[in-house]
């Protein structure tokens, strides 16, 4: 692998007698790796249906070489998500209740969100990403993963947490960094990186703490996180805010690197805002009537409440616990989206039926076989009449509407796997 030069000086004046360790590690191939959806299944219960998936603790596997996520039923299913194993560490420092309210500040493409959403299954994640693209990729896969209490925002952080106030339990902030945990997989981060952009990432990742602390009532948790090795980007960083936020401490300190663990390596720092603050309070709930909606909901779906938010063009949302005003805020999704009215009739909507604890009350389970004619648009034979879930080993994959013994697909044309 061919490292820039500058950057092999400082690592090993940073690793020292390590620093060959390192050198052998990277020439290594990556390991690839997911984690289980908690919203969906237990790590147990993946193991049991992918036994070439290598368990590895907690709730992430390795994956096997060669091997095709994208083409994977129980992927689309959204039974686990792709990330590798260091990317997994920084969610997990978080001591979450299920009622709390989370913020991931820089949250695309998902895979964090996503292991904090399944962490507060009755609170609220906000997940937010200021590139508009990369943005609707976090979307897509929160939606994958069957999250019912993301709120998706694409906004410049500042900008959001002005609009929000410190309202939220915990707060993930995954920097932008140099990147040089991704040397091994991606060789444009080694292309890309010199000693002006490593100074440079490390400036911004100042001014993004500086504005995630505003997010965050007293007691309150900071995760700061990078995949970047630089001590300009980590631990000075952090010593940096903790001189200009004192009423903040340290309570854990992780540094992760391709010899001493199994993933490309991280940093991870947690920290606390001193005091304490009652639970979280959120907002009463309003709902917008919405006939159709309703009535749909209460003739097709088992056990989904709460307040309704209708959209100007006919799609209806079921919002989450809100802990602040959604007024001001650049939204993509707030909540569940249900689906929409069409033509004075209620079409339901693909993140419905991909909801965790598949709400919809008809399901069509599917072999494995059908179930991949299903993820290339096919239509199938059914018993069934009207909407309904298809699912594959308990796990939605999507709708379908069955009539006159055939059951009409209607999985997005952009989801289809040929």
Known sequence: ??????????????????????LFAMDQPEKRAAHTNGLKMSPAALGALRPDFTPVGGAGFLLPPGFAPGKDVLHCAGAYYVQELSAQVPADLFDLRPTMAVLDLCAAPGGKSAQLAARVPQGVLFANEIVPNRATILLNNLERMGARNAVVTSMDPEKLIGATGPVFDAVLVDAPCAGEGMFRKDPAAIQAWSPEHVAACAKRQRAILATAQGALKPGGQLVYSTCSFSPAENEENVGWF????????LVAERRLYPHTSLGEGQYTAKLRRRGTAPDTAYLPPKSDKAPLAEA????????????LRLLPDGRALLLPPLPCA???LRLLRAGLLLGETVKNRFVPAHALAMAAGLPLMRR????????????????LPTALSGWCAVTYAGLSLGLAKGADGVLKNHLPKGLRVI
């Open 242 to 249: 903790l001189r200009e936020y004192p009423d903040f401490e």
């Open 326 to 328: 959604l007024d001001g």
């Open 1 to 22: 692998m061919n490292l820039p030069q500058a950057y092999l000086d400082r690592m090993k004046g940073q690793l020292g007698d390590a620093f060959d360790a390192y």
């Open 364 to 379: 069509q389970p599917l072999s494995e076989a059908d179930a991949r004619r299903y993820l290339r648009g096919e239509t």
């Open 296 to 307: 749909f909901v209460q003739a097709e779906t088992e056990g989904l409440s709460g307040p």
